[in-house]
């Protein structure tokens, strides 16, 4: 149900008199049988929010059945307006079982003998329906109707209310609400009804103070799964009716207790050492990836940061580098006719991807900084690094291509010592390894890993770069596409060094100076 159906009908209020109809049906003959009429609500706006009016007057005993109050001019009506057939057609099968108690065994209409309500529902294309419902009902149902129908006659005398609700978005929502309010088991009329019509229902519920209609509906959002949309549609409408406290539990789903920097900080942890540490490399793939994308997406929504602090991250560096450590020196030592080699070398790449993982987590949350500094660092690593075939460590290297690709893309700021210090240390081995990094792996984009490389290495100090691009140019003429080709670095350094040369103290003498004194 849209949200403007709840304001039409406050803004129309409960109509007891025709003749102030909005819908375009309405004829003399219908007008002349209005009992009572009621001021128009607009005439001057409450300062509350507004809530439907009724009228109540004497009539006849005479109680029409079902089909009768439906009457033949409203059928009529139906028949021209612009309804659409298949709601018609629902509203219809609604009524009948209203009033058939074998359909809907749990409704008591007909135990409660004639209704001395006449409630007229009038959509805003003019489609009507009327129905004979029980004053008692409504009364025990609404607090609203207990508090708008609480009128004594002082003759005892039988009497029939007219109430009309005006400009509705949807007839069928509020005729099934009204319908609810005789149902004796609301849970089994819910059953498996859309959660789109439940909201609607509950919409209803609420504006009219139908506390088991609106308990029911809870009961029911409670119970059952929600889509994304869906999700979206039950906390929005919650919120805009005020039932957030009424609705503790529906939300327990998506609420918990206010989390602190310790509680998430253990929970992460357990995540990621229970990725580090699987067993079955397929599901440590899968979960690998969904943790990344989950992490990127919080990191692209500044206002709900998951809150992990740095200790846990590179506790976890530590581990990891610690093992790779372990692994390489057991690897150097190892005799190569035993068999258990292949598994340790497994072993070694497990964990350099380990390692490439958290490096990705520290870049997309903005901590990667400090570990800049701790990989370049590790003179012990990158010696071990050198001793074993290329064929099982290149997977350390991509270490360093994700550090640089970063660098050269400004989403990691170091000082130039720093960047300097990490390919002083782990360059050598970079060369080495391009070649099987490209082969081995899929993964590995080679222009990325060249670019990050080049703008790496630009950044440095004009000494540093020629240092690092001439012994580039011979090793490139040496090794050709087994080594990175970073000759765009060069062409840059090139014009640097002998075309476009920068003096730090350039010549100033050509400007002229001209103080003029004002009088005051």
């Known amino acids: 149900m849209a949200t403007r159906e709840v304001s039409a009908m406050i803004k129309q209020g409960f109509l007891s008199d025709p003749a102030l109809s909005f819908s375009p049906s309405r004829t003399a003959a219908a007008a002349t049988e209005t009992l009572s009429r009621l001021y128009s609500p607009s005439s001057s706006p409450p300062q509350q929010q507004q809530q439907p009016q009724i009228s109540e007057s004497t009539r006849s005993t005479h109680h029409p059945t079902l089909f009768e109050m439906m009457s033949q001019e409203q059928l009529q009506e139906t028949t021209t307006t612009n309804k659409p057939i298949k709601s018609q057609s629902r509203i219809f099968k609604l009524l009948s079982e209203f009033k058939n108690p074998n359909i809907r065994d749990s409704f008591s209409y007909l135990a409660l003998g004639p209704g001395n309500v006449r409630l007229t529902v009038v959509g805003k294309d003019g489609f009507r329906v009327c129905m004979d419902v029980h004053k008692n009902v409504l009364a025990e149902k609404s607090r609203f109707f207990a508090e708008k129908l609480a009128i004594r006659d002082k003759e005892n005398r039988e009497m029939l209310h007219v109430v009309e609700i005006s400009e509705c978005d949807d007839v069928e929502v509020y005729v099934e609400t009204v319908v609810l309010m005789y149902c004796d088991d609301l849970k089994r009329r819910l059953l498996g009804e859309d959660l789109d019509k439940v ?49 503790t539990e529906v939300l327990q789903r998506i609420t918990s207790e206010p989390s602190t920097s310790r509680r998430a900080d253990d929970i992460f942890l357990k995540l990621l050492s229970g990725v580090l540490q699987a067993k079955d490399d397929k599901c440590r793939r899968e979960m690998k990836t969904l943790i990344s994308r989950l992490i990127r997406e919080d990191a692209s929504n500044y206002e709900n940061r998951l809150d992990v602090s740095k200790d846990t991250l590179y506790s976890l560096c530590h581990r990891c580098l610690g093992s790779l450590i372990l692994c390489l020196s057991e690897a150097t030592c190892i005799d190569d006719s035993k068999g258990d080699r ?20 520290l870049i997309d949350k903005r901590m990667c900084d400090e570990f800049v500094k701790l990989w370049a660092d590790q003179k012990e690593l990158a010696i071990l690094h050198c001793k074993i075939p290329t064929m099982y460590r290149h997977e350390i290297s991509r270490i360093t291509a994700q550090l640089c690709i970063a660098i050269g893309r400004g989403h990691i700021l170091v000082p130039k010592d720093t960047r300097f210090s990490l390919l002083s240390t782990w360059l050598e081995a970079l060369y080495e390894d391009f070649g099987w990094m490209r082969r081995a792996s899929r993964s590995v984009d080679r222009k990325l890993v060249e670019d990050g490389l080049s703008q790496t290495i630009l950044t440095l100090p004009m000494l540093q770069q020629q240092a690092i691009l001439l012994n580039w140019f011979d090793r490139f003429l040496n090794k050709g596409g087994d080594c990175p080709n970073i000759q765009k670095a060069f062409e840059i350094w090139w014009r640097r060094a002998f075309i476009r040369q920068y003096s730090a103290d350039q010549d100033s003498s050509h400007l002229q100076i001209t103080v003029c004194d004002y009088q005051k």
């Open 342 to 361: 292949g598994a340790l070398m497994a072993e070694i790449a497990r964990e350099a991807d380990n390692m490439q993982w958290l490096v990705d987590i």
């Open 199 to 247: 909201l609607a229902l509950l919409k209803v519920s609420a504006a009219i103070m139908f506390d088991l209609g609106i308990q029911s509906c809870l009961e029911y959002l409670e119970a059952v799964p929600w889509s994304g949309d869906q999700e979206e549609k039950v906390i929005s409408l919650l919120g805009e009716l005020k039932l957030v406290d009424s609705a």
